[in-house]
């Protein structure tokens, strides 16, 4: 069975920095594509970035340079680091795991992946 867990969302000022963490279960992170989303009140669901298995990386290009994904492999953990935050970044952050091996252009579509976490909340606020 696959879990996905994630943790580290709060409360930051604008700038402030934040390292969610995506502990997962029933996968091998190094080996499995898996993905950010995020969804603000009132708003759909929306990509963030994604780690394909070969070890491609892919961001929305809004939060490129703000934002990196990584995975501690010890842990199977994946993380998303967000720095320079801003309050339009403010939602709850969801990690999942893709279904078998998809192609780059579909990572960033929720139909692609089959597991997700119960999301953690993320806050930018003064």
């Known amino acids: 069975q696959v879990q996905l867990v994630e943790s580290g969302g709060g409360s930051v000022q604008p700038g402030g920095s934040l390292r969610l963490s995506c502990a997962t279960s029933?996968?091998?992170?190094?080996?499995?594509?898996m993905g950010w989303f995020r969804q603000a009140p009132g708003k759909e669901r929306e990509f963030v970035a994604a780690?394909?298995?070969?070890?491609?990386?892919y961001y929305e290009d809004s939060l490129k340079g703000r934002f990196t994904v990584s995975r501690d492999d010890g842990k199977n953990t994946l993380h998303l680091q967000m720095n320079s935050l801003r309050p339009e970044d403010t939602a709850v952050y969801y990690c999942?795991?893709?279904?078998?091996?998809?192609?780059?252009?579909?990572?960033?579509?929720?139909?692609?992946?089959?597991?997700w976490g119960q999301g953690t909340q993320v806050t930018v606020s003064s």
């Open positions: 029933g996968r091998t992170v190094r080996t499995t594509s």
């Open positions: 780690r394909r298995s070969n070890g491609a990386t």
């Open positions: 999942a795991v893709a279904a078998g091996s998809p192609i780059s252009s579909s990572l960033r579509y929720a139909r692609t992946y089959e597991y």
